[in-house]
């Protein structure tokens, strides 16, 4: 639970996104709920995805998000708020410069 924050900063880890992304999608989709929940507003400072953008297989995880997803943070975080949360969370996503889906890290 979230108690007494006025803003919840997640920066993302690109290593936890392609080592753990059995957890890493929950833990971040887990503090976005407990944000909603406690009021509290939310900023993800957007990260490149190290595997690249514009990858996207199967299986799915979870609901929709498959585990090659192909997603920043900031897009998973703005993919959750709206279809899991129908909007209900104050969400900023603090966008890169200059990254585009074909790069690779």
């Not at 993302?12 to 996104?17: I, T």
């Amino acid at each position: 639970m979230i108690y007494s924050v006025g803003i919840f900063i997640f920066t993302g880890c690109n290593r936890s996104q392609v080592l753990k992304p059995d957890t890493y999608i929950p833990t971040l989709k887990h503090a976005i709920e407990s944000a909603c929940e406690n009021g509290t507003d939310f900023m993800v400072l957007d990260r490149p995805n190290p595997i690249r953008g514009d990858i996207i297989q199967a299986p799915h995880f979870g609901k929709r998000i498959r585990v090659v997803y192909g997603l920043t943070p900031g897009e998973i975080a703005l993919y959750i708020n709206r279809y899991y949360l129908d909007g209900k969370l104050n969400l900023t996503v603090v966008p890169m410069k200059g990254w585009k889906k074909k790069h690779v890290l």
